[in-house]
């Protein structure tokens, strides 16, 4: 059984909710990775996508109802959310309490 360290306890999560058909979800892709990469914030959140094709149960339980959407939760509940991000602006404003 692995035990979780207290730093990765810490770290929130990015939840990246797409749609592996949806150019505009790519294009989000994208701008999350610049974004992140601008910032040198690689290992600030554990980044976790999640394909509306492969697990509707998981956008049912955190209630996305469009795509794309991020989420980040911290310990174990939803510190923020974002829907359809349009660009760079959009996704480091949102995730500015939490970058570098």
Known sequence: MAVATPALEQQPS?????STLSGHCRRVEGFLAQVLQ???NHA?????RVSEEERPDLLERFK???VPTLVVVQGKSVAGRLE???GC???????????N
């Open 84 to 86: 359809r991000p349009r």
């Open 14 to 18: 990015l939840v990246f909710f797409h």
């Open 38 to 40: 601008r910032r040198h």
């Open 64 to 66: 996305v109802e469009t």
């Open 44 to 48: 600030t959140f554990r980044v976790v």
């Open 89 to 99: 602006r959009d996704i480091e404003g949102f995730l500015a309490p939490w970058l």
